[in-house]
């Protein structure tokens, strides 16, 4: 099992940046992937970003597109997810999580993932 720990949540106002950082333990094996999911009150979880270990290859939601960028440092065992240009509409719990999606087609679901963050909260509000 892989130990993941998120950090860098926190308060801002509209059209500012926010970078979250998940740093994780543990093995993996190919085809490993992290992903980034958020939760808002009263809603479902969703996903958000996701990065292949094997070959890097990223994927987003589409509301997201443009703004977040996922990133991986390798050398420091992390994750990140750049938040730019955010909107009050992301306001939620961000979750990161790992393990290893079928294929392209499911990096964004949920049920895909075995590993789970304990969530940090982005709020956007002025």
């Known amino acids: 099992q892989v130990h993941l720990v998120e950090s860098g949540g926190g308060l801002v106002q509209p059209g500012e940046s926010l970078k979250l950082s998940c740093a994780y333990s543990?093995?993996?094996?190919?085809?490993?992937?992290i992903a980034w999911f958020r939760q808002a009150p009263g809603k479902g979880r969703e996903g958000v970003s996701a990065i292949s270990f094997a070959d890097g290859n990223t994927y987003y939601r589409n509301t997201v597109k443009g703004r977040f960028t996922i990133s991986r440092d390798n050398a420091k065992f992390t994750v990140h997810l750049q938040m730019n240009n955010l909107k009050p509409e992301d306001t939620s719990i961000y979750y990161c999580?790992?393990?290893?999606?079928?294929?392209?087609?499911?990096?964004?679901?949920?049920?895909?993932?075995?590993?789970w963050g304990q969530g940090s909260q982005v709020t956007v509000s002025s």
């Open positions: 999580a790992g393990g290893y999606p079928s294929g392209a087609y499911s990096a964004l679901w949920e049920a895909e993932y075995e590993d």
């Open positions: 543990g093995k993996t094996l190919d085809p490993y992937f």
